[in-house]
């Protein structure tokens, strides 16, 4: 008798631990994944320029100031949603942003920018998303703040919002060293 029973007892044991995690998690903001890279150096990499495809940009060339690597891509309908925050935050020069053209075809991320603006001080490509893998992208669009030493302060997944600006990146921004 019990050994028919024991596969009912599991299903509601593991049941209500789903339940009781759903609930606990509840309302949290899922955008806000923390980060293992976050207060530690941004990791090293060698990727193209889009639109200078023999030029190779790594970390060290980034040193030296602060900005903001949005990670984005021409098949990303988020995006295109984001787009417009990026744009208003880099024309207000508060910070550098960086695009990191993830894995997209040069000619699509080159029409995709030309429809909609470039708002990007550089943009870089990592067509096949190696390089992604050290930065702990798994998707588009992600977007992280690093230090003028070149140190991960904050990251953030998802689209950009107004409001993610002004009560998240800008905070962390007025904080850097």
Known sequence: MIKRLLPLLAFVALALLLGVGVMMN???DTSAIPSPLVGKPAPDFALPVLDEPGRIV???DLLGEPYLLNVW???CPACRDEHPVITELAK????RVIGYDYKDEADDARRWLAQFGNPYALVITDV???AALDWGIYG???SFLVDAQGVIRWKFV???TPDVVQTQLLPALE???
Request: hydrophobic fraction near 25%; aromatic fraction near 4%; charged fraction near 25%.
């Open 73 to 75: 891509g021409s098949w």
């Open 158 to 160: 998802g689209p950009l």
């Open 128 to 130: 096949e998303g190696r």
């Open 175 to 177: 904080s850097l060293p």
């Open 92 to 95: 207000s020069g508060r910070i």
């Open 140 to 142: 588009a669009p992600e």
């Open 58 to 60: 790594s970390r060290a």
């Open 26 to 28: 509840s309302g949290k």
